[in-house]
């Protein structure tokens, strides 16, 4: 079996909010170093066979990916899918389904803004949009940073479209259950990613790594682009403690804003089963260029 040593499974494309097209990321992937790469745009399978294509170009050994929103607890959760068939009836359909709303999600999210006096901010959002069904925050956060609201995207998620603040419009994403199921019945790996980012008091946390396991997700994302040191040693030690399977992305979304670039993280500690060795008979070898 081969070994990776620099495995790079989260981030994202113009299909969902990223701004490189998956052959750009291929390259990238590539030059940073990376072994064994997955595009996981949000809630969109609609780039894999460009990204496997892209892959095989580049020589990456690939694994196909998405990122599924959910809603748990009343708090958006992240779940990775890795290594399935992303030709699933099953899981095209739940996506297709998660998607939904985006749309109607987006114009209430610019009314809020207009009323504090910014207009033209779902026009202005939409110029960024790749994939017409997966209008994001970010895209509105490129918006606001291009027209001088704020400095750049950091600010713009400290001052709008979160919680509490102008433009936040609460919306009801897939089943944790159900996006476990899709990915798992895919005959993929779900993963929770970027544990850190979620605002859980310890007994909600605890309930959501039981119940993940519960449906049957294997895997919580240990080294990532949007963790520290210490947080990646603290989900290190969730991953011995509910034996779950660890995963590393970059979480690379653009060169402008992503502050981690592909296959530019830290390791995995030595003793945790790495994701990507339960899904050996998954991953798409990239032929040896004759
Ligand atoms: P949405 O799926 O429309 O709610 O948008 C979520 C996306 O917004 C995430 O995938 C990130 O790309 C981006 N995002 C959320 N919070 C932050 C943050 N604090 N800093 C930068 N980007 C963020
Ligand atoms: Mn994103
Ligand atoms: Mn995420
Ligand atoms: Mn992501």
């Known amino acids: 079996m081969t070994t990776y040593h620099n495995p790079d ?47 095989r170009a580049q020589g990456l050994d690939y694994l196909t990916g998405v990122e599924v929103s959910v809603t748990f607890a009343d708090t958006t959760v992240h779940i990775v899918g890795l ?5 699933d009836a099953r899981l095209v359909e739940g996506l297709a389904e998660t998607r939904d709303g985006r749309g109607p999600r987006a114009r209430e999210m610019a009314a809020q803004l207009e009323a504090i006096g ?9 110029k960024y949009v790749g994939n017409p069904a997966l209008i994001s925050r ?3 956060a490129r918006f606001l940073v291009e027209t001088g ?17 102008p433009g936040f419009v609460p919306h009801r994403w897939a089943r944790l259950g159900d996006a476990v199921r899709w990915i798992t019945e895919a005959g993929g790996i779900a993963v929770i990613a970027h544990p850190a980012r979620y605002t859980f008091s310890a007994t909600e946390e605890y309930a959501l790594f039981s119940e993940f396991r519960q449906h049957g997700g294997r895997g919580v994302e240990v080294v990532t682009g949007s963790h520290t040191a210490q947080e990646a040693a603290r989900y290190a030690d969730m991953a011995r403690e509910f034996e779950l399977l660890a995963s590393r992305g970059s979480d690379f979304h653009s060169p402008g804003e992503s502050h981690v670039d592909l296959g530019r ?26």
Request: with cysteine; proline share 4%; glycine share 8%.
């Open 9 to 55: 499974l989260h981030c994202h494309s113009v299909v969902s909010d990223g701004t490189l097209t998956p052959e750009e990321l291929a390259a990238r992937a590539k030059a940073g170093g990376v072994d064994l790469w997955a595009l996981t745009d949000h809630d969109e399978v609609g780039g894999q066979q460009r990204a496997l294509a892209a892959a």
């Open 83 to 87: 290594g399935f068939d992303h030709t």
């Open 118 to 126: 910014i207009a033209g901010a779902y026009e202005g959002a939409l």
């Open 138 to 140: 970010t895209h509105f």
């Open 149 to 165: 609201v704020c400095r750049d995207t950091a600010e713009v998620f400290r001052k709008y479209l979160v919680e509490g603040k």
């Open 265 to 290: 993280m830290a390791p995995l500690p030595a003793d945790l089963t790495p994701v990507w060795t339960a899904l050996a008979d998954r991953i798409h070898t990239a032929e040896a260029a004759v």
